[in-house]
């Protein structure tokens, strides 16, 4: 398809396991973000990825969780010895390189997400 | 770091009616501010972006306002239809993007 593909779209583990979320961006977009969405909350950034250079973990909640983009396209984020506070929509977006800079209101895309439950 | 926030965070309207959706911001040093629509197990939908050096943009029913200087956008929606009822988000796009919380809408036919 031409829009962010996300993967599972469900999960439900067991707490303590590890968990791997896809993404794959539009292609040719060059910028990636991670975000959580909590039950009735606003959407939290974790982890941004521009082109080859060193993602933004600024919002990453702990070392627990981490995550890769090869090739500069498809994305995994990873939650290790998952928690029940770690249940969350994780949404995945891309956004075209402006030819400005990093940000220059390009239009973002955003997945579908991927629904996490840890029991 | 930047701060978004929604008001208010529900708001329950009959159809046909008006209403505005409030965003404001904490740091002016933006791009641009976008609007988003989510609906309910849904990724987001962009409805409008503005520009920082754009006051508004317009498209269909949905006209988004932008003063940058004193951290501050709405989102006006005309003749409001039970097909809006989502979660509308803004996000300002800066050093990176920030989302404000949401305020779920819901038109009543």
């Known amino acids: 398809g031409a829009g962010v593909s996300q993967s599972p779209s469900n999960k439900v583990t067991e707490k303590g396991k590890d968990v791997e979320l896809r993404c794959d961006p539009i292609?040719?977009?060059?910028?990636l973000y991670w975000y959580r969405q909590s039950l009735g909350q606003g959407l939290e950034f974790l982890i941004y990825f521009q082109g080859n250079s060193a993602p933004d973990k600024s919002g990453l909640p702990s070392d627990r969780f981490s995550a890769e983009r090869t090739g500069g396209s498809v994305s995994t984020l990873t939650i290790q010895r998952t928690q029940q506070e770690d249940s969350a929509v994780y949404l995945c977006a891309s956004s075209p390189q402006s030819l400005t800079g990093w940000y220059s209101g390009n239009t973002i895309y955003f997945g579908e997400g991927s629904w996490l439950t840890v029991v | 770091k930047q701060e978004v926030t929604q008001i208010p965070a529900a708001l329950s309207v009959p159809e046909g009616e008006n209403l505005v959706l409030n965003c404001s911001f904490t740091d002016s040093a933006i791009y641009n501010l976008q609007w988003f629509r989510q609906d309910p197990g849904k990724g987001l939908t962009s409805l409008l972006l503005i520009q920082s050096s754009q006051r508004e943009q317009t498209s269909g029913r949905l006209n988004a306002s932008l003063d940058k200087s004193s951290g501050r956008s709405t989102l006006y929606i005309a003749a409001s239809q039970p097909g809006d009822s989502a979660t509308y988000l803004c996000?300002?796009?800066?050093?990176?993007?920030?989302f404000g919380a949401g305020t779920r809408l819901t038109v009543k036919p």
């Open positions: 996000a300002v796009e800066g050093n990176d993007m920030r």
């Open positions: 292609s040719g977009h060059t910028a």
